[in-house]
């Protein structure tokens, strides 16, 4: 899986972003949430519990942001997965 470029991220965080997904770690579920909604087309922002978008560490709870606009399909592709 192809990082999103800083300018694609840059724009997601300022736009309006909605959580579609919460784990308690960057565990295989998390990966493969995020494989999932890169497959689809749908562009996400990674963020831990404190907010800080792109927080790598293992242990921290992640949450996956899409643009409001996106959040139905996100939501979808998702619950394909459970």
């Known amino acids: 899986m ?3 470029s800083t300018t ?3 724009n ?4 309006s972003m909605i959580e579609v997904g919460s784990y308690p770690t960057r565990s295989d579920d ?3 949430a995020q494989m999932s909604l890169w ?3 749908i562009q996400y922002v990674i963020a831990a519990d404190a ?3 792109y927080a790598v560490e293992p242990n921290r709870r992640m949450q996956l ?3 409001e606009r996106d959040a139905d399909d996100a939501r979808f592709v998702l619950t394909a997965l459970a």
């Open 12 to 15: 997601l965080k300022s736009s």
């Open 65 to 67: 942001l899409v643009e």
């Open 8 to 10: 694609e991220r840059t």
């Open 30 to 32: 998390a990966e493969l």
């Open 51 to 53: 907010g800080a978008p």
């Open 2 to 4: 192809t990082e999103q």
């Open 39 to 41: 497959a689809a087309g």
